[in-house]
């Protein structure tokens, strides 16, 4: 009886160290899959890989013009906008990048919680959510861009975003090009990034186009066109307070504009203060067909 208890007593123990050895060499091809060897992982730094949140800002009450035809009008906007993006993260983000790279996309709207035709666009091909904001009716500004930009924040409060995550912010009554493609395709490479905690590896964490709607530029300026832009959620939280001269809340039609204050920010917080990360200039078109208010016409940028 005793040699019978004492074989069952290895026998477990054995079993528990199998097991243990078993998990740990589990645990240690998971990490060597992610980690290549030719990474730090083998001195035991760990990756800080982002959610990437796709946010298309939409307002289908004008502030200056509330009639039915221009409702109409933006509807078919939103929803040809829309319906470009989904199409574009189903053909960049396949069912493989996926698993890797979390992607949302988000619409947001500013004229309050209600329903609209924008919830039927939940659940449809891609991950998709609405939010509604009042922020249409600030009393703060009246500037179309801030209200944008207060929109984007109310996105990163009400989803928990985290600092490291990225945002692709786009105008929901512009559309994506089906052949060019080159924001898309940045967006695409970006995510297959390795991301390393307290490295210098020069990750990417901003793709924008300098310039403006009109004139366009390859290379840093003191604008940018927000009508596309991606940026990572540290430098959107820290807006408010990053150029003095021209804070958020409590903007004015005479000081600097939002493009001015995409760029400043992102120059100071990313490009020109740190040498931990890049911003990507787009070289080129970017494949957005965009019609601000001055507009009569679509223009691809």
């Known amino acids: 009886r005793m040699d019978f208890k004492r074989r069952g007593c290895i ?19 998971l990490m060597w899959d992610i980690y290549p060897a030719n990474t730090e992982f083998m001195r035991f730094t760990w990756t800080i890989q982002p959610k990437i ?52 996309i988000l619409i947001v709207e500013n004229n309050g919680p209600r329903g609209t035709f924008l919830d039927d666009f939940v659940n449809r091909r891609a991950p998709v959510s609405v939010l509604y904001t009042n922020n249409n009716n600030s009393p703060n500004t009246s500037n179309k861009g801030m209200k944008e930009l207060l929109d984007i924040q109310a996105c990163i409060e009400h989803y928990h975003m985290q600092p490291q995550d990225l945002i692709v912010k786009m105008t929901g009554r512009y559309f994506l090009d089906k052949f060019v493609t080159n924001f898309m395709q940045n967006v695409a490479a970006v995510s ?15 793709i924008m186009k300098y310039g403006t709607f009109t004139k366009p530029k390859n290379s840093p300026r003191d604008e940018v066109v927000t009508g596309l832009i991606m940026l990572p959620v540290f430098v959107i939280r820290a807006m408010p307070d990053c150029d003095q001269s021209h804070r958020l809340y409590g903007y004015t039609e005479n000081t600097s504009n939002v493009e001015t204050t995409f760029a400043k920010c992102a120059q100071e917080m990313i490009g020109v203060g740190t040498n931990q990360y890049n911003i990507h200039a787009v070289q080129g078109k970017m494949g957005v067909w965009v019609r601000p208010a001055r507009f009569k016409h679509y223009r691809m940028i």
Request: glycine content about 4%.
């Open 11 to 29: 026998s477990t123990k054995l079993g528990v160290k199998l097991f243990t050895l078993f998990f740990f060499c589990f645990l240690f091809i």
């Open 53 to 104: 949140f796709f946010v298309i800002t939409t307002s289908i009450f004008n502030v200056t013009t509330q009639g039915e035809t221009d409702v109409a009008r933006r509807k078919r906007q939103y929803k040809q906008g829309i319906k470009s993006l989904i199409n574009a993260t189903n053909r960049f983000f396949n069912s493989t990048d996926k698993m890797q790279w979390h992607y949302h």
């Open 192 to 206: 297959k990034q390795t991301w390393m905690s307290g490295q210098s590896n020069k990750a990417t964490m901003a």
